[in-house]
């Protein structure tokens, strides 16, 4: 591979303005819930941010924040998030942002997403720059964040970069997208069958049930009774975790046993290290105490309580977990019927403590539906294929976001050069 030429750097502030934002009153009213959101540190989770949980209005905007347009990066500079990392976001529509932000306004002869690239890039140096504030908050300084000094390569060679590292962050989230609506299709498939009780609803009013064949129709009954749970179809009942799932308590292993260099099996403690449907592989430990198979459903059993994910491989299980499996060993109807007690669990999050928890005895009395094991398997065979395409397309996704990292810091400093990191990302795409 060759190596391209020494990149030039200049300073942050030279290469773009950095305009902080603001909060409007939240006395008043006509201010908020308006048509523009109003990002704060809670909304900057991913590297491309098109959304937030809060918004405000024009008046808002005029009167109290500030409007970064699309293509602009922000940057936290306050809070207790910086001391663990910075984060930092592309904007891929125009928000309003509060005082605890940065936005970063790239100056004409800087294309806006390179620059958003670059600073991603920069993260480890933005990191180490932060201060530790009063209440335990970090502060990024504007006059550290005005001398960052980032590579400044030719207009061209920065519209490529970013045109490299955007078409794996698109494919990525066009990855995300298509397995959250696979997620979505298949909890609805099942919600329609054993918690709306759909097929059986239609066999009562003498009706086809939609999208099943006759054979599969006959499956399922024609009446409906009353149960501990309320009604239910006939032939089934109410029941509880304890008698239709089993399920292991996580318990953490020795501290001497951690590492981070893949010794032993991976460690999952609790829902920090949760994904969309597999959680991250960040820790290991060499003396797992309560193991977890691949496919079992992973429980969060403390704050927040009912979170799931499921296990991608053989893993140890923290304090904050629980593995469930139902008994008849189907996967995909274990994680989508556990799904659908999320209001169940949620209960125990605002019980008796500030930090939410469920006992294994109080695990195990969570009601549920017992339904035939025939309903079972058809409904896991059905779930399954879809599964199967998630999880064949999160294994590519995680292909896709390490090729991404990969080849960040190196295409930003000019140590790789453009077309041949164009290669890499046709080979995989």
């Known amino acids: 591979?060759?190596?391209?030429?020494?990149?030039?750097?200049?300073?942050?502030?030279?290469?773009?303005r950095i305009v902080s934002g603001g909060t409007p009153s939240k006395a008043r009213p006509e201010y908020w819930d308006g048509d523009i959101p109003w990002v704060s540190a809670k909304d900057m989770k991913e590297f491309r941010?098109?959304?937030a949980e809060l918004s405000i209005s024009l008046d808002g905007l005029t009167r109290g924040s500030k409007l970064a347009p699309q293509g602009a990066a922000l940057v936290l500079v306050r809070g207790m998030t910086l001391l663990k990392d910075v984060p930092i976001c592309m904007l891929m529509r125009d928000v309003a942002f509060n005082q605890d932000v940065k936005a970063i306004l790239p100056r004409s002869t800087v294309h806006p997403a390179y620059l958003a690239y670059a600073l991603l890039a920069a993260k480890p140096e933005l990191c180490s720059m932060v201060e530790l504030a009063g209440h335990g908050t970090g502060r990024l300084p504007t006059d550290r964040l005005s001398d960052l000094r980032l590579p400044v390569h030719q207009r061209g060679d920065q519209q490529a970069i970013a045109h490299i590292l955007g078409t794996l962050d698109e494919k990525i989230q066009l990855n995300r997208r298509m397995n959250e609506t696979l997620e979505g299709i298949a909890q609805s498939i099942f919600r329609s069958w054993f918690v709306d009780f759909d097929p059986v609803r239609a066999n009562m009013s003498g009706h086809q049930p939609l999208g099943l064949?006759?054979?599969?129709?006959?499956?399922?009954?024609?009446?409906?009774?009353?149960s501990e749970l309320g009604p239910v179809p006939l032939g089934w009942s109410a029941s509880v975790i304890d008698a239709e799932y089993d399920y292991l308590m996580g318990q953490a292993p020795p501290g001497s046993s951690y590492n981070e260099t893949g010794e032993g099996v991976p460690l999952f403690q609790g829902k920090a290290e949760f994904g969309f449907r597999f959680p991250a592989i960040r820790m290991f430990c060499t003396q797992p105490t309560r193991i977890a198979s691949a496919g079992d459903t992973l429980v969060s059993v403390r704050a927040p309580v009912g979170a799931m994910n499921m296990a991608r491989v053989q893993c140890c299980i923290g304090r904050g977990l629980a593995a469930v499996r139902h008994k008849s060993g189907r996967r995909s109807f274990t994680y989508y019927s556990l799904r659908e007690l999320t209001d169940q669990f949620a209960k125990f999050d605002s019980e008796g403590t500030v930090f939410g928890s469920i006992s294994k005895q109080a695990f195990g009395q969570i009601q549920c539906v017992r339904i035939p094991e025939s309903l079972v398997s058809m409904i896991d065979d059905l779930l399954s294929s879809i599964d199967s395409f998630i999880e064949r397309s999160e294994e590519e996704l995680e292909t896709l976001a390490n090729l991404r990292e990969s080849l960040l810091p190196p295409l930003v400093s000019g140590a790789l050069r453009v077309q041949d990191a164009e290669g890499l990302v046709e080979s995989a795409l």
């Open 1 to 16: 591979m060759t190596v391209a030429n020494r990149v030039p750097t200049a300073r942050l502030s030279d290469m773009a």
């Open 213 to 226: 064949s006759p054979e599969t129709a006959t499956l399922f009954p024609d009446a409906i009774v009353d």
């Open 49 to 51: 941010l098109a959304s």
